[in-house]
């Protein structure tokens, strides 16, 4: 059976169980109607993923993996912070007119910063030193940059990814890890569509890096469950899991900015039936 499937229900449970509760105290995000969205929350629960055993993806519910990857290539390839040039329609309530949220996500990936070996942006920095200095312990990104969140229509979410390079015994490859920071989370509107998004970048970049993908450590500080959630949550843990199914990559592909959806491959993804219309608090 699918052990996303097995960290998911745990989480829920301890969220559920051990969690507290916001009720009555001053919050921010609201319901369509106008009332306040409380939470259930837990601070610090860390997931452990691996991909050299599997892919990480719910069987509970369907997870939209080809819309993760084009999401996902929104912010790290395009580097764009135009909802225009992503096609699903997710970041919709945030952007403005013209289709921008601001300096959010994708354009400070883009933002390059100097070093000696000369002008990079954060993806092609973390792309330089995986292949140039590959056991570095300064890989990352960050899209949380104080000085700019007065002009991101929303603050990130996942905000942070550190590269993390080993190399297991008997094995010629090195082995590509990452840890994804991510201060908030809506636990059934995005957890597994975080956790498949990432694994995608981190197969991804091991693939043009000549390394395979190992391990996703998932941070989060403050991962929670909305009032409205709750009943949703306790139908959604209570059902049957599968087996995970089989992802990979087109191997042809050697250069990051050369990915595309269609190099995503799925294969035996059974499924429990989607969940349609989950409200959503902004």
Same mark, same amino acid.
């Given at each position: ?13 301890? +969220?559920?169980?051990?969690? *507290? %509760?916001?009720? /009555? ?8 109607? /106008? ?16 991909? %050299? ?29 135009? +909802? ?14 013209? /289709? ?10 883009? =933002? $390059? %910063?100097?070093?000696?070996? /000369? ?6 920095? !973390? ?8 056991? %570095? ?5 960050? *899209? ?10 929303? #603050? ?9 390079? *080993?190399? $297991? ?9 990452? !840890? ?14 975080? =956790?498949? @998004? ?13 390394? =395979? ?5 998932? !941070?989060?500080?403050? &991962?929670?469950? #909305?009032?409205?959630? =709750? ?12 087996? &995970? ?25 059974? *499924?429990?039936? @989607? ?8």
């Amino acid at each position: 059976m699918s052990y996303a499937d097995q960290i998911f229900k745990e989480m829920c449970r301890d +969220i559920i169980e051990n969690g *507290t %509760s916001t009720e /009555g105290e001053k919050v921010r995000p609201k319901w369509e109607d /106008g009332t306040f969205a409380y939470t259930i929350k837990r601070f610090g629960v860390v997931n452990r993923y691996d991909l %050299s055993k599997e892919f990480p993806a719910l069987t509970l519910r369907r997870t939209g993996l080809k819309s993760c990857m084009d999401e996902i290539l929104w912010i790290y390839q395009k580097k764009s912070n135009n +909802i225009h040039d992503l096609n699903s329609h997710i970041w919709d309530e945030w952007a403005d007119e013209a /289709g921008s949220i601001g300096k959010a996500y994708g354009y400070q990936i883009g =933002v $390059k %910063s100097h070093y000696k070996e /000369g002008d990079m942006d954060q993806m092609d920095r !973390v792309l330089f030193d995986l292949k140039q200095n590959p056991y %570095s312990r300064r890989i990352m990104t960050n *899209t949380y940059v104080f000085s700019d969140l007065s002009e991101m229509h929303l #603050y990130p979410c996942a905000y942070g990814a550190t590269y993390n390079v *080993t190399k $297991k015994p008997g094995q010629e490859k090195l082995v590509l890890n990452m !840890v994804l920071n991510q201060r908030s989370q809506d636990v059934l509107a995005a957890n597994n569509w975080n =956790v498949c @998004q990432y694994a995608i970048l981190l197969m991804m970049v091991a693939q043009v890096c000549d390394m =395979v993908p190992g391990e996703l450590l998932h !941070v989060i500080a403050d &991962a929670h469950i #909305y009032d409205r959630h =709750v009943d949703i949550i306790k139908e959604l843990i209570a059902r049957p899991e599968h087996p &995970a199914p089989k992802v990979w990559l087109n191997p042809e592909v050697k250069d990051f900015y050369a990915f595309t959806t269609d190099d995503l491959h799925v294969e035996d993804y059974e *499924t429990e039936p @989607q969940i349609r219309d989950i409200p959503i608090a902004v």
